[in-house]
């Protein structure tokens, strides 16, 4: 069994048809990969109710994804697109002041004011969070939410190659998405609508939330071939007292915790590994890390070499994730953010 990790050893080939560029045309009509050991069983999502038990606890993400995408151009005439990747405040009081990527030919300097498509401005104010930072610190002449509520694109992925529209608009967003902050979708949830819930309740099958603000940092490549050298990204996450409780009570009556999707299991791993107080994570989940609380992952495929890779692996073993991506490229699943999902099973720890 293999122990030491690259990054090569979480590549793999993926023909390049089986990214998709669109959702599935019902939530609930994308297929589900049980990949609970010993045998992978082909399956549709909407059988997700009957695999669980009266009693397990479905630990959702309830991020709201904000058209964070904002383009407009310097004072030269040179285009520029804004990723807003954390509003740091929204009071005019307080500066309307967000941390975002920048794309453009040639940087600014601090003090430039961009004028944004839509007829505001963005005035940059310098890097973030510190002088040496990934982002840039700009003021905005309004509250950023409802600029980007008003003139943002839907953020979509890199691999997703199509404009944004008024269905990603909607499709690239939960049906229970209540705080807005993140910058990219917790996939995973996306394959969910009413009539799925309402089995689930039907079933006895309990619900709780977590809020994790998914940042841009999620697509950020590995760059090095000793994955301890790749420093994470971090995102903003909560939870609730209640969701504590919850976990509590499903595992005091025998049941099991169900996160569904990877931001979940970084926010409830990151509470029970740095403590109620930490409200900012950039836990790196690789094989060998010891969970603490989550049973089973409802998750989607993930890119080639990605921390997301990395995960899945310390969750469910490597050789069998890997195993579970030969057959899902085989059997023709759909990848990435609108692709198919997979059920996990934690691995015993050794």
Known sequence: MKTHFSLSDFDFTLPEELIAQHPAAERSASRLLDGREPALVDRRFTDLPGLLMPGDLLVFNDTRVVKARLFGQKSSGGRLELLIERVLSHHADAGHEVAAHMKVSKKPLPGAVMQMDGGFTATLLGRWPNADGPLYRFRM?????????????VPLPPYITHTDSADDEQRYQTVFARAPGAVAAPTAALHFDEAVLAQLEARGIQRANVTLHVGAGTFQPVKAENIADHVMHFERFEVPSATLQAIADCKA???RVVAVGTTTVRALESNAKFGPDCNDTNIF??????????????????LPKSTLMMLVSAFSGYEHIMALYRHAIAQRYRFFSYGDSMLLARKPAA
């Open 285 to 302: 989940i690789t094989p060998g890390f010891e969970f603490a609380v989550v049973d089973l992952l409802l998750t989607n495929f993930h």
């Open 141 to 153: 002449s309004s509250d950023p939410y409802a600029l980007m509520a008003q003139h943002g694109h």
């Open 253 to 255: 009556g025998g049941g």
